[in-house]
C-alpha cells in the first residue's frame, strides 16, 4: 500500500495499543492484524496521545453505530473507508446487514483477516466517487460510518458524497469527523499522516457547506475527547491529556458531527 492506504495503519497501531493496556476499547482483532502486519510507524504515529486519541474515536463510533442500530434494527450499515477495522465485528448490537468499503487493495489486505457472510459484505468504494452510492444496495434506511476519510475529500467532494445519499436513501443517519481549515493548514506540521507520506487534506468550518444542497441537516456536535473515555487513561497521563485534547483549542483544529436526512419525519 502506498499514501493514503497506509494511513489506515495509523489507528490500527492506535486501538491495538491501547487494547493491550486494557483501557477505552477492546480490540483483539487489531491487536492480531497489528502483530501480523508489522508495519513500521514512527515519528508522531506512535505518539502515546494519538493512540489515545484513535481509540476514544473508535469507541465513540462502536456506541453511536449501537444506538443507531438500536433504533433501527433494519437498517444497513455502510462503514465508508473501514481500512482493516473490525467494528462490524467489535460491536455487540445485531444488524441485518453491513457493508465495508474501501480501495481495492485495501480490501485484498483487509480478506486475509475477515470473510464474507450473509449479512456482512465487502465493496470496492471510493467516497470522492460520488457514483459508486448508485452501486450501493436499495434501501430505506442506512447507517453510514465515515470515520477519518473526510479530511481527504474536498468540500465539494464531501458534498456531492451527501448529495448523492440524499438522492438514494429516504432515511439516513451519519457520523463523521473532519478537520477544520486552519486544523488541515497545521497538519502540515503536525499530523502522523505525513510519517507515511500524505501532505494534503482539506478542512471544514461550516458543517452547512457538505449538506447544501440536500434533505440532511445536523442533529449534533459530539466531542471526540468525552470525560468518560479521558478518565479511563493513567493517572499520569491524564491531566496532560486533558490539557491538550479537551479545551476549545482542540475544538479549533477537529471536530464531529452528526447528520441525518429522514423524509418520513419520524
Not at 500500500?1 to 495503519?9: D, E, I, K, P, R
Not at 502483530?35 to 504515529?45: L, Q, T
Not at 459508486?132 to 465539494?156: A, C, H, Q, T
Request: with cysteine.
Amino acid at each position: 500500500m502506498t499514501g493514503v492506504n497506509q494511513t489506515l495503519f495509523i489507528p490500527l497501531y492506535g486501538k491495538a495499543k491501547v487494547s493491550r493496556q486494557g483501557i477505552i476499547l477492546k480490540d483483539s482483532m487489531a491487536e492480531k492484524i497489528w502483530a501480523a502486519e508489522a508495519f513500521e510507524v514512527h515519528g508522531k504515529s506512535k505518539s502515546k496521545w494519538l493512540t489515545y486519541n484513535m481509540a476514544m474515536r473508535a469507541k465513540i463510533f462502536d456506541d453511536w453505530v449501537e444506538k443507531m442500530l438500536a433504533k433501527n434494527p433494519d437498517a444497513l450499515v455502510l462503514h465508508i473507508g473501514c481500512g482493516l477495522d473490525s467494528r462490524a465485528f467489535r460491536i455487540a448490537a445485531p444488524y441485518t446487514s453491513w457493508i465495508d468499503g474501501d480501495f481495492p487493495e485495501v480490501l485484498e489486505a483487509r480478506k486475509k483477516y475477515y470473510s464474507e457472510n450473509d449479512r456482512y459484505k465487502m465493496m470496492v468504494f471510493d467516497a470522492s466517487k460520488s457514483e459508486m452510492v448508485e452501486k450501493l444496495p436499495d434501501e430505506k434506511n442506512v447507517i453510514v460510518v465515515f470515520e477519518g476519510i473526510s479530511m481527504y475529500l474536498r468540500n465539494e467532494e464531501l458534498n456531492a458524497f451527501v448529495r448523492a445519499l440524499d438522492k438514494k436513501y429516504p432515511q439516513v443517519h451519519m457520523l463523521l469527523d473532519v478537520y477544520t481549515v486552519f486544523g488541515a493548514k497545521a497538519s502540515k506540521y503536525k499530523n502522523p499522516i505525513n510519517d507515511v507520506g500524505v501532505t494534503t487534506v482539506w478542512g471544514l468550518d461550516d458543517i452547512n457547506v457538505v449538506l447544501a444542497g440536500t434533505q440532511f441537516k445536523c442533529d449534533a456536535e459530539h466531542s471526540l475527547t468525552p470525560e468518560n473515555l479521558v478518565n479511563q487513561l493513567p493517572a499520569f497521563d491524564r491531566g496532560f491529556f486533558k490539557f491538550l485534547f479537551t479545551g476549545s483549542f482542540y475544538r479549533k483544529i477537529y471536530r464531529l458531527y452528526e447528520i441525518s436526512k429522514n423524509i418520513y419525519g419520524r
